[in-house]
């Protein structure tokens, strides 16, 4: 959704953005070339790599783009530092990038074998091993109810539990096996992977996402300039609920779409995860100081 993010973003010369997601980097690329001569973009991502790889993609930009290996909770803070009081939009593009998908290794997918990581940070110490291997029953059968939206957590949490007396869970495969085996075939879902709510659970978990975003989500209206635009793309309904709460709760905001913008037929054909995707824009109060 880049030329939608781009249209309600609005960039102008001389204008400050942050971007909380830079992921590879295409969203802060597109702003700092409407944005130039003089606009700056502050980007962060707490995934090494692709900070890595945006900031090599961004490199032309020279001084007017600074990557920042930080949680985007430390919005704030960072830009105090910088010496920045206020901004002109803040975008935010939750989630996984493709690399941390497509590259493997991380354990964020259930097919093939990998071990279980599913940390975006790997400075952070929790991994999804550790949690399945020492979380007690109800605490995992409220992460995969509550992050995941399971109905059949209860079953899954009680499995698992019974299994990792015999030996800790190491890899996704064994994480697959042990969902595929407690949920009956009966309520193994349609269109898509029994064990993809379990994934994406222990995922927000292990990357405390839903808090995350709760904090950028206050904080970053009060960096916003007055018009200053917040545009979020979202890609489950419990980040879109947030946000959508928050952007219709916060004194500070303004909503400037009702409903979410959806990536287009043609766009969803040539992306297929874009089809989960939900953007919603904010723009601070002209009235300012609510
Ligand atoms: C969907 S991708 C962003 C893609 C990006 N907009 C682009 O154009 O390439 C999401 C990125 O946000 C990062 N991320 C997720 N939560 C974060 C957080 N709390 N702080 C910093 N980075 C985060 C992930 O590591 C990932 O690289």
């Known amino acids: 959704m880049l030329e939608e993010v781009v249209r309600f973003?609005?960039?102008?010369?001389?204008?400050?953005?942050?971007?909380?997601?830079?992921?590879?980097?295409?969203?802060?690329?597109?702003?700092?070339?409407?944005?130039g001569p003089t606009g700056r973009l502050i980007g962060f991502d707490w995934d090494a790599a692709?900070?890595?790889l945006a900031a090599k993609r961004l490199d032309r930009f020279g001084t007017r783009i600074l990557c920042i290996h930080k949680?985007?909770?430390?919005v704030k803070e960072t830009l105090m530092g910088l010496g920045i009081e206020e901004i002109d939009g803040l975008l935010l593009d939750l989630g996984l990038s493709s690399l941390q998908l497509d590259a493997g290794g991380r354990g964020f997918s259930f097919k093939g074998s990998e071990p279980l990581d599913m940390r975006m940070d790997r400075r952070a110490e929790l991994t999804a091993a550790d949690l399945l291997n020492t979380a007690s029953e109800e605490e995992l059968a409220d992460i995969f109810f509550y992050y995941g939206e399971e109905r059949q957590a209860r079953r899954i949490a009680s499995r698992i539990v019974l299994a990792r007396q015999a030996r800790p869970f190491c890899s996704t495969e064994e994480l697959v096996a042990i969902v595929e085996q407690a949920v009956p075939r009966k309520y193994h879902p349609k269109k898509i992977h029994v064990a993809?709510?379990?994934?994406?659970?222990?995922?927000?978990?292990?990357?405390g996402e839903l808090d995350n975003l709760d904090r950028i989500l206050a904080d970053g209206a009060t960096l916003l300039k007055p018009g200053g635009r917040f545009?979020?793309?979202?890609?489950?309904?419990?980040?879109?609920?947030?946000?959508?709460?928050?952007?219709?709760e916060n004194p500070l905001l303004d909503a400037v779409t009702t409903k979410p913008v959806t990536p287009t037929q043609e766009e969803c054909r040539e992306n297929p995860r874009a089809r989960s995707a939900k953007l919603r824009v904010a723009s601070r109060g002209r009235g300012g100081n609510a």
Do not use: M, W
Request: glycine share 10%; aromatic share 8%; charged share 20%.
């Open 9 to 35: 973003l609005a960039p102008v010369d001389g204008g400050i953005y942050v971007d909380g997601n830079l992921g590879l980097g295409g969203h802060a690329e597109r702003v700092l070339e409407l944005c």
């Open 50 to 52: 692709a900070l890595a």
């Open 71 to 74: 949680n985007f909770t430390a």
């Open 196 to 207: 993809t709510k379990v994934f994406q659970a222990l995922r927000i978990a292990v990357n």
């Open 231 to 248: 545009c979020v793309i979202s890609f489950h309904s419990l980040e879109d609920r947030l946000v959508k709460q928050a952007f219709r």
